[in-house]
C-alpha cells in the first residue's frame, strides 16, 4: 500500500506564502502522476495542480501563476509552492499519486489564509 505523507499547512495571512511536501513511501517515478487537490467546507474536493512523469503539468485556473508544482528526486518528494494567497484558497489539501488506474491519496494537511 502506497502512504503519501503531507506537510507544510497553517495559517498564514492574506498575500502571504506557504509550500506543502508530500513524501510517498516508494520512488516518486513509480508514479505515472502526482498532484495536489484540495476540498473547502461544504464543497466538491479539486484539482488544484498535478505534475506527470515526463514532467507535464496542469493548473486550475483559479490558482495559475500563483501557485507551482515541483518535485525534487533526490529527496523524493513533490512540492506545492503557494504564493499571493487570498482566503478563497482555504481548504483540506490532498496529496495524490496515480499508479496505473489506481488512486492514492495522502490524510490531508489544512491551509488557512485569514487575517
Known amino acids: 500500500q502506497v502512504q503519501l505523507v503531507e506537510s507544510g499547512g497553517g495559517l498564514v495571512q492574506p498575500g502571504g506564502s506557504l509550500r506543502l511536501s508530500c513524501a510517498p513511501s516508494e520512488s516518486i517515478f513509480n508514479f505515472n502522476a502526482m498532484g495536489w487537490y484540495r476540498q473547502a467546507p461544504g464543497k466538491q474536493r479539486e484539482l488544484v495542480a498535478r505534475?506527470?512523469?515526463?514532467?507535464?503539468?496542469d493548473y486550475a485556473d483559479s490558482v495559475k501563476a500563483r501557485f507551482t508544482i515541483s518535485r525534487d528526486n533526490a529527496e523524493n518528494t513533490m512540492y506545492l509552492q503557494m504564493n499571493s494567497l487570498r482566503p478563497e484558497d482555504t481548504a483540506v489539501y490532498y496529496c495524490?499519486?496515480?499508479?496505473?488506474?489506481?488512486?492514492?491519496w495522502g490524510q490531508g494537511t489544512q491551509v488557512t489564509v485569514s487575517s
Open positions: 495524490n499519486a496515480i499508479i496505473l488506474s489506481r488512486n492514492f
Open positions: 505534475i506527470n512523469v515526463g514532467g507535464r503539468t
